[in-house]
């Protein structure tokens, strides 16, 4: 390492893996620290990687001034935990998507969440092992931890018992506005076009509640000629979600990023029913491309949401219902798309990007002088 400069390394893995929420954080992150690396010429960032190919969702030309390596011949958590240690020594390891190597110190960790100390999913009981196990190496070897709420910030304090003092609270933002729509899409099609609908985007996980909005669409008559579209993956270690089988229930699965922008911009609002969550990705994606959002009541919806959200109680659809049918009002629509794209202006990649890279050179800085002294 030259004299005066700081070299980090970066778990970059995700660049291997379908972009999901965490994912689609990581990707938006590391792209704008590699931006703001240009004003900090003292810090070298190191992208590590396996020796895999580097999934289609991604483009590595994004990155100008972070060096991406690739090294082994392992892959997935067997390359994280037992490759990763080996290529990163000697310097810092900042992980980005919940995970980080056991045998590693010297890390710094992004948790979006605390579900697995929970029982609000349905994740597989080895699943909430594995990371509670992590946790009590990262406990011990965590530099910093960052998560993406102030709710989540509570929840780690709370569940983990790591001091609220050694947690910063970054973010997510809005990633689309830039992607151009795709409106002869082959998964839409004519199933949409010209019709009424609304957006549900969440897994087969019971905490993303997607069945409680899926049976009145298919149950109640107020919604029969209004349509809903499910996009989300389908996980078997998440256990079985019985939706109901409707004709005016549509099932994407995963769609392309302009794919999901022609949603956003054609839908009457999206609706994000989750039980528990971190943040939401979804929530902020659809705001800034003025969609109207209809969010559970809880916490973390509350403070991503502020007065732009439509809430209702999770656990019960009358309040969904009201709102579902209020949003087929033109006037009405066109009032929440204006409130929800003001409420995404507080969200922006460079500035979560400026908090932590800010906050990694502080804490090195202060570790490296009281070394010194």
Partial sequence: MTEGRFTFYLNMRFLTQRITGVQRFAYEITKELDKLLVCYPEIKLIGLLPNTPVYSGY????????????????????????GLPWYSRGNPLINLCNSSPIFKSNKYLVLH????????????????????????????SCK????????????????????????????NAPSLSSCKSSVNNFKIGNQLKGKKFFLMIGSNSKRKNIELVARQFADNPLLS????????????????????????????????DSELVNLYQNALGLIFPSLYEGFGIPVVEAMGLGCPVIVSNIPVMREICGEAGLYFNPENADGLVN?????????????????????????????FAKIMLDSIITLKETNESSNSS
């Fill in 59 to 82: 483009d590595l030309a994004s990155y100008q001034n972070i060096k991406l390596e690739k090294y082994g011949k392992l892959s997935g958590h067997l390359w994280e935990q037992l």
């Fill in 113 to 140: 969440d605390a579900i697995f100390m929970t029982k609000l999913d349905s994740q597989k009981w080895w699943f909430k092992l594995w990371y509670r196990l992590q946790m009590v190496s990262n406990k011990l």
């Fill in 144 to 171: 910093k931890w960052y998560t993406v709420s102030h709710f989540s910030q509570c929840e780690i304090a709370r569940l983990l018992r790591v001091s609220p003092d050694k947690i910063t609270v970054l973010g």
């Fill in 225 to 256: 000629e209004i349509k809903l579209v499910i996009v989300g993956g389908v996980f078997s270690n998440l256990g079985g979600v019985r939706l109901p089988d409707a004709e005016n229930i549509i099932h994407l699965g995963y769609v392309a």
């Fill in 323 to 351: 709102h579902l049918l209020h949003l087929q009002s033109d006037a009405y629509y066109s009032s929440q798309a204006i409130k929800v794209i003001q409420q995404s202006y507080n969200y922006k990649w460079a500035k």
